[in-house]
């Protein structure tokens, strides 16, 4: 099986992999168009062939590991693709067909497994979690005050984006994204009767300029947007320069001499054995 090893592990084979996947990715995106459907009439045989090639590959696999299969269970990413090839086989058609579809965009995740750059960013991803977790607290934290301090400060003037502390989340939100702050900013430097209330004047029932306001906006962006922005991007970047390190320093073993040095672990319990059983006769 060590032909079929080296075939599954090598770069054609790899690169044909990674080909069929941006297949199946351009094949999903097609048929959210019902017009290209209608034009297209053999793209739901080209699924069932990018299909059939994902079960040639697992299988492929599979056979590779003969006889150790606990080998191909073992690895994340062999069960992964059995998930993959499981959800292809739901059917698509009533209530669960819109689930059905959008579980076949697993496919396209498959690219993680032959870009090793994307392997690490998930990987850093994953390990800067704990790194971020007093900057995600901080973050609440942040907010929170804001929130409350905003629901203290403009909620006479401006009912519609801090008239409670979870609204005043949301719109501090909407700030933090810099999606048009500086309305609501502007709302209260100048009052909701001179801006931002055209589509509710109804409920500017307590108009107040606060020029000020723009202190509490600058301070919030500046803190939120730049400082910890700055923050989150840092420790990742930071785990993934030490991820790279690490590759660099201790690469990952060859698949070759891990089944060789297997195969001569095997090979020497069985003259080990060997020897037992001629020591009893």
């Known amino acids: 099986m060590g032909a079929l090893a080296r075939l599954v592990e090598s770069g054609p084979f790899q690169g044909l992999s990674v080909g069929v996947i941006l297949l199946a990715a351009l094949v999903v995106g097609l048929e959210t168009y019902p017009e290209v459907l209608r ?66 965009l697993l496919r396209v995740l498959r690219l993680v497994r032959f870009l090793k750059e ?58 933090m994204t810099l999606e048009d702050w500086t309305d609501v900013m502007y709302t209260q430097i100048y009052g909701c009767d001179r801006y931002g209330f055209g589509f509710a004047e109804e409920l500017c029932t307590s108009p107040r300029a606060m020029p000020w306001a723009a202190l509490y906006f600058v301070v919030f962006v500046l803190l939120g947007t730049v400082i910890f922005l700055n923050l989150f991007i840092g420790i990742i970047v930071n785990t993934m320069d030490e991820i790279r390190r690490r590759h660099q320093e201790d690469p990952p073993p060859d698949p070759q001499a891990v089944e060789l040095a297997q195969l001569e672990a095997d090979l020497e319990a069985l003259k080990e054995r060997v020897r037992r059983l001629r020591e009893r006769a």
């Open 118 to 175: 994307l392997q690490i960013i998930l990987l850093a991803l994953a390990r800067a979690i704990p790194a971020m977790g007093y900057v995600i607290l901080l973050l609440f934290l942040h907010f929170y005050v804001f929130a409350v301090a905003g629901v203290f400060l403009f909620r006479e003037n401006d009912p519609v984006h801090f008239a409670n502390l979870h609204t005043a989340l949301l719109t501090l939100f909407r700030v």
């Open 39 to 104: 034009a297209l009439p053999w793209l739901p045989a080209l699924n069932a062939l990018v299909l059939g090639f994902f079960i040639l590959e697992a299988s492929l696999r599979l056979l590779a590991t003969w006889p150790r299969v606990g080998r191909y269970f073992a690895d994340g990413w062999n069960l992964f693709d059995l998930v993959v090839i499981a959800a292809s086989f739901l059917p698509e058609t009533g209530p669960y067909a819109p689930v059905a579809r959008v579980l076949r």
